[in-house]
């Protein structure tokens, strides 16, 4: 099981924290990932973390300003989200799964809302 937490309303520039509690079958994956999808938009993958060794992926629309993390010790996976922008706006998305194509597990949104 993923639960995500940690979503709200922001003024574009602020910062935001997302988490992502994994337990059950989700700890036997290899990589953790956040998504997000926006009104009329494709579900998008923003960032990515192996469990094991920490390698990262991000999209190239929040390099620099997002930062994606992990607690192993706790089950946890982080996305620190800063200088928010209004397009940032979304439904963002905990998933589990084997690599940046396949994704098997997912949590329930946390709704992200930037304001201009």
């Known amino acids: 099981q993923l639960q995500a937490s940690g979503g709200g309303l922001v003024q574009a520039g602020g910062s935001l924290r997302l988490s992502c509690a994994a337990s059950?079958?989700?700890?036997?994956?290899?990589?953790m990932g956040w998504f997000r999808q926006a009104p009329a938009k494709e579900r998008e993958l923003v960032a990515a973390?192996?469990?094991?060794?920490?390698?990262?992926y991000y999209a190239d629309s929040v390099k620099g300003r997002f930062t994606i993390s992990r607690d192993n010790a706790k089950n946890m996976v982080y996305l620190q989200m800063n200088k928010l922008k209004p397009e940032d706006t979304a439904i963002y998305y905990c998933?589990?799964?084997?690599?940046?194509?396949?994704?098997?597990?997912w949590g329930q949104g946390t709704q992200v809302t930037v304001s201009s």
């Open positions: 998933a589990a799964g084997i690599a940046t194509s396949r994704f098997d597990y």
């Open positions: 059950g079958r989700t700890l036997s994956t290899y990589i």
């Open positions: 973390i192996a469990w094991t060794d920490g390698t990262t």
